[in-house]
């Protein structure tokens, strides 16, 4: 029974030190830069969309969510509707997504890199 109990008292603080290295890899991938569109961040991409999505398209009330991926040379690529209302909405979120301007790509350690955003659109009565 001691030594179990001297086992335990010696192997806790190991324990303990595994999980804070998990811990320490997601530290280690906090050098990525987000990517920027027209200078800012989402909100700038929220007003493009505030311009450019023709909203008498919508015919049905609730979220549309689309997700695609800025590549590394700033491109707006492999544009999906993960949720959709009806094919009217969904089809102007692409059209308008087809036709964004470049992006300033995400980077990682100095280098571009390419990342993947979901961006969801809530439709409802005002």
């Given at each position: 029974?001691?030594?179990?109990?001297?086992?335990?008292?010696?192997?806790?603080?190991?324990?303990?030190?595994?999980?804070?290295?998990?811990?320490?890899?997601?530290?280690?991938?906090?050098d990525?830069?987000?990517?920027?569109?027209?200078?800012?961040?989402?909100?700038?991409?929220?007003?493009?969309?505030?311009?450019?999505?023709?909203?008498?398209?919508?015919?049905?009330?609730?979220?549309?969510?689309?997700?695609?991926?800025?590549?590394?040379?700033?491109?707006?690529?492999?544009?999906?509707?993960?949720?959709?209302?009806?094919?009217?909405?969904?089809?102007?979120?692409?059209?308008?997504?087809?036709?964004?301007?470049?992006?300033?790509p995400?980077?990682?350690?100095?280098?571009?890199?390419?990342?993947?955003?979901?961006?969801?659109?809530?439709?409802?009565?005002?």
């Amino acid at each position: 029974m001691k030594l179990i109990k001297f086992l335990l008292i010696l192997l806790l603080p190991i324990a303990g030190f595994s999980q804070m290295g998990g811990e320490g890899e997601v530290y280690l991938k906090g050098d990525r830069i987000e990517a920027k569109f027209n200078g800012g961040g989402i909100d700038k991409f929220q007003e493009y969309l505030n311009e450019n999505f023709d909203y008498s398209k919508v015919t049905k009330l609730g979220k549309l969510e689309a997700t695609f991926t800025v590549d590394e040379q700033g491109n707006v690529t492999k544009i999906r509707i993960t949720q959709i209302l009806d094919i009217e909405s969904a089809t102007e979120m692409i059209r308008v997504l087809k036709k964004c301007p470049k992006w300033e790509p995400a980077r990682r350690g100095g280098k571009p890199i390419s990342i993947e955003i979901k961006y969801p659109m809530v439709f409802q009565k005002k």
